[in-house]
């Protein structure tokens, strides 16, 4: 048996007081006739973070988060509750409440479970962050502060955060399975803000994952995040308002991968696809991508901020190519919807919190490298912009149209960039955006684990990556015609 | 409550003993409740309970915040001790405290509405399916749905702190949306409507929200993208409202204090046309950003932010007031596990007396927004560029659709740009704005 789910079924049973036998009832409590599969969700959360602002370590919070949800799904419907009291009552009563949608009054007998936890461990840590001392993860953003002034004079303003979290979660299934796994989960972000005349231009860099404190110190990690921050900041200083109109953009390596996250891979989430409302409905099989595009969605990298052992269901994560050399090849499920469409969970059911449903998610989603330089890509854009950083995206997953901004973008003229621009915006149609990529370099890089996906109103950690890329002629945002 | 009362006095009175010089408590609990049907049935239904209690505390001028879901006798020793632990470990801040003792005034706004307890699920489920129908039968193009959603959360709230101020309040609200989804040509466009209120009796008719959302989602058919061009642009209320929602945030003393908003520094300047005056007013009677008392125990109030174009007041907690040197605003907000931040209550800008109509009609040549989507909002530099849908205005008159287009402006710029206020202000959730129309921006298209 795998050690997670020991570790995590002793602490549930032990910490309240429960026994296997219980679970088992409850999830056949949960279950009636007309109920297709129910599961429990138990959840233990510890959350940490302290923060810098002027010089100062001034905040420090922590919070305890405990629950348990209790699902039933009947076919297209699916019922749900929770709560924050684990209790045999409150498990009792939340089965009753979930097996409401069915409008059944059957109850179904003890479901006997055995282990299906993942037999691997992709975030092996020697020692949780939330146990190392305070003092430790003050005295870094301590250091971080005094490094980004020292990188240049105009840096006026420096604030820095560290939080972690530490996930418990044991997962009961009425198709018989018991499955834990501990969570790790860690981040250290960084932001400069830069003046001069008067002028005010911020600069943000960060990352982590789901590995040890040292990780952050390890081959200047730190270092480089704050430099990175410091230098956006500066950088910003001296951009130029962003052009506006449609021409050639070249993506750079790592972060701007957001680009998949919001133009393809929501319109590849099963939900949307069983319900038909995605603009990516029915073209599994036709061509949605240049060839020169390979595009895959994986959860088992070790480490990363997007990885899991398992789903928030119980199922193993995996790779799942997406697009392959330009066809669409697969969506990303959860239970309900791959068994609605008849296909095979992916591993990207996934929850916020004991609070939430389940839907189809993202993990780790990234382009496979192409043989293109990098040099040679930006020196084949004649009037464009390389855009190497961003803040955020967005999609409109039924019409398709999806808009992200870049936080570090260059004008490209006669194939040499040329002077930082701010305040760029992408807007595009993601059916089509990726047709247009005509370059793909060698350099896929994924980003430094800073991403959170936000959904339905759930947020879970994401990873992205993508080589650097050439895409023709997308519309830019900006304001100078 | 007042048995959460005294467990928060307890708990302040242990940590005392322990070394705290002062601290509070915030506890908030309460019951949710969602359902979603989808094609004329139930998709989703979740119930829910849940609770959560803060502990802030101060060691001198030192402070941290824990908090648990787990009320165990054993799990608060913890969280006592853990916080002064914390607590202990942070730097020395100047400006760190409660607030001046004073005592706590907590008028009844008519927050809660008790009728929510016996409202009973099959009326819920029904309220949500009428909704939903009245979108799908409205016209034949209507093909699909990503369903109607209605919600409604319950709770209540528990302040105390060492200078001896206690207080509670129920406050709730519920909800509901349509999202129907048009298509033509083999293209799809979806759109929304929905109510939210305080209370059941306040929502709109169903039959009105679904023909709404229907009405929002056909008029998307069709969507052309244009070319880039310097036009005069108009929100629509949904839409001004976002851009008013940018000025909360740039007002909050956070920001300010921090230097990340572009509004620092310009107190007593003009930052907007004269015709401009924007007010964020927590006393409203049963609005849904109202609140008796702020987080930290101190009367809300009617807060003018921009008179006349002249920013006249920033909105503050104890903490960033005294940043500021200024006096705070009433709008601490607490999330019980972090230290007291700043919200807006009821934030809008007050209407003018233009109709709608009227300042569409007053365009030649221009562009419509009904929705906005992406996060390019700069509040340090004021950048604004963002993905928009829209209606085309020729010469006065709501034309064809456009879309895959941005628009783009500095919120400096776009507040002094402001040309036409219309009259039609309502409060759909905490930031409203009637119709605005500004002189110019830049859309990108093809």
């Known amino acids: 048996m795998a050690k997670e789910l020991t570790k995590a079924e002793d602490f549930f049973l032990k910490k309240f007081n429960l026994n296997t036998l219980q679970l088992e009832q409850t999830v056949g409590k949960a279950l009636g006739k007309r109920i297709d599969y129910a599961d429990l969700y138990f959840e233990y959360r510890t959350n940490e973070s302290v923060s810098l602002e002027e010089g100062m370590v001034k905040k420090a919070v922590k919070s305890v988060g405990q629950g348990v949800g209790v699902r039933a799904v009947a076919e297209e419907k699916t019922g749900y509750a929770y709560s924050d ?59 971080i502060d005094i490094l980004a002034r020292r990188y240049d004079p105009r840096i006026t303003k420096v604030m820095a955060s560290f939080s972690s979290e530490h996930k418990v979660i044991l997962i009961v299934t009425s198709d018989g399975m018991i499955v834990g796994d501990i969570q790790p989960l860690s981040r250290l972000n960084v932001t400069c ?93 036709k061509p949605v991508a240049s060839e020169l595009c390979t595009v895959v969605d994986d959860g088992t990298i070790p480490g990363r901020r997007g990885s899991l052992n398992v789903d928030d269901e119980g199922t193993p994560t995996h790779r799942t190519v997406l697009i392959e050399k330009g066809i669409l090849k697969g969506y990303l499920q959860d239970k309900l919807n791959a068994k609605l469409m008849g296909m095979a969970p992916t591993g990207n059911g996934r929850r916020e919190s004991f609070m939430h449903i389940p839907m189809p998610r993202m993990t780790n989603t990234f382009m496979l490298a192409g043989d293109s330089d990098p040099d040679a890509i930006i020196r084949s854009v004649k009037n464009g912009l390389y855009a190497v950083s961003f803040g955020g995206g967005q999609v409109d997953i039924t019409s398709g149209k999806f808009v992200f901004s870049a936080s570090e973008a260059y004008r490209i003229e006669d194939g040499k960039v ?31 684990g800073v991403g959170t996906c936000g959904k339905d109103g759930q947020s879970v950690p994401v990873g992205v990556g993508l080589p650097t890329i050439k895409i023709n002629s997308i519309t830019v945002g900006g304001t100078r015609g | 409550m007042v048995q959460y009362e005294n467990l928060a006095g307890e708990l302040l009175k242990k940590a005392t003993t322990k070394g705290a010089s002062s601290g509070d408590v915030v506890i908030v609990e309460g019951d949710s409740f969602d359902v979603q049907v989808r094609l004329r049935s139930v998709d989703k239904l979740s119930n829910a309970h849940e609770k959560r209690l803060g502990l802030r505390l101060f060691f001198g001028q030192r402070t941290a915040v824990c908090s648990t879901s787990d009320f165990s006798r054993e799990s608060l020793d913890r969280l006592v001790e853990d916080t002064c632990h914390l607590a202990r470990s942070t730097a020395e801040d100047p400006h760190a405290g409660l607030p001046e003792p004073s005592p706590l005034v907590s008028p009844d706004l008519g927050l809660y509405d008790e009728s929510l307890h016996g409202w009973k699920i099959e009326d819920k489920i029904h309220l949500a ?82 023909r709404t959302a ?137 209407p003018g007396n233009h109709r709608p109509e009227e300042i569409i009609r007053s365009v030649k040549r221009g562009l419509y927004v009904v929705e906005m989507i992406g996060f390019g909002v700069n509040h340090v530099t004021g950048d604004y560029s963002r993905g928009a849908v829209g209606l085309w205005i020729e010469n006065g008159e709501l034309t064809y659709p456009v879309e895959e287009i ?31 129309k500004l002189s110019r921006m830049t859309v990108a298209g093809n």
Not at chain 1, 243 to 267: N, Q, R, S
Not at chain 2, 321 to 338: C, E, F, P, Y
Not at chain 2, 410 to 433: H, P, Q, W, Y
């Open chain 2, 129 to 210: 399916v009428q909704a939903e129908a009245a979108a799908l039968d409205y016209d034949a193009r209507i093909t699909n749905s990503e369903g109607a959603n209605l919600s409604h959360a319950g709770r209540r709230v528990v302040y105390a702190n060492t200078h001896g101020v206690v207080g509670s309040y129920p406050v709730g609200s519920v909800s509901y949306s349509v999202s129907p989804i048009a298509t033509a040509d083999g293209l799809m466009q979806r759109d929304y409507w929905y109510s939210a209120k305080r209370r059941v009796k306040e929502l709109a008719a169903p039959e009105a929200v679904g």
């Open chain 1, 85 to 143: 009291e684990i209790t045999v009552k409150n498990l009792e009563e939340a089965a009753r409440t979930a097996r409401y949608i069915a409008d059944d009054s059957t109850v179904g007998k003890p479901v006997p479970v055995r282990s299906g936890s993942a037999q691997r461990d992709l975030y092996p840590i020697q020692t949780p962050v939330s146990d190392i001392t305070i003092q430790k993860k003050i005295d870094l953003l301590n250091r």
């Open chain 1, 418 to 448: 040329t002077v930082p621009v701010k305040g760029a915006t992408l807007i595009g149609n993601g059916p089509d955006v990726l047709k247009r990529v005509t370059m793909v370099g060698n350099d896929l890089k994924l980003d430094a």
């Open chain 2, 406 to 436: 941005t628009i783009a402006g500095n919120l400096k710029e776009i507040l002094m740009n402001i040309e036409m206020i219309g009259n039609d202000l309502e409060f759909r959730g905490t930031v409203a704005s009637p119709t605005l």
């Open chain 1, 193 to 285: 803000i830069a003046e001069e005349n008067g002028n005010r231009q911020v600069g943000s860099f960060g990352g982590g994952g789901r590995g040890d404190y040292s990780f952050f110190l390890e081959n200047g990690r730190f270092e480089e995040y704050t430099k990175e921050a410091a230098r956006q900041a500066i950088l910003n200083l001296s951009a130029m308002d962003a052009p506006a109109g449609t021409m050639d953009v070249v993506l750079g390596p790592g972060w701007p991968g957001i680009l998949l996250h919001e133009a393809i891979g929501h319109g590849l989430e099963g939900d949307f696809n069983r319900k038909q409302t995605s603009a990516f409905t029915d073209l599994i099989g």
């Open chain 2, 214 to 350: 229907a009405q929002r989602a056909l008029r998307r058919l069709g969507g052309r993208k244009i070319s880039t061009c310097d036009v005069p642009v108009v929100f629509d209320p949904e839409t001004a409202s976002e851009l008013v929602g940018s000025i909360a945030a740039c007002v909050s003393g956070y920001a300010v204090y921090k230097g990340v908003s572009f509004l620092a520094g310009e107190l007593g300047q003009s930052v907007a046309a004269s015709s401009v005056t924007v007010l964020d007013d927590g006393v409203i009677p049963s609005a849904l950003g109202s609140r008796p008392f702020d987080g930290e125990g101190l009367a809300t109030r009617k807060t003018t932010v921009i008179r006349n174009g002249i920013l006249e007041s920033y909105l503050l907690d104890t903490y960033s007031a005294r940043k500021l040197g200024l006096r705070s605003t009433g709008n601490a907000v607490r999330s019980v596990g972090d230290v007291p931040s700043v919200s807006h209550t009821n934030f809008h800008l007050a």
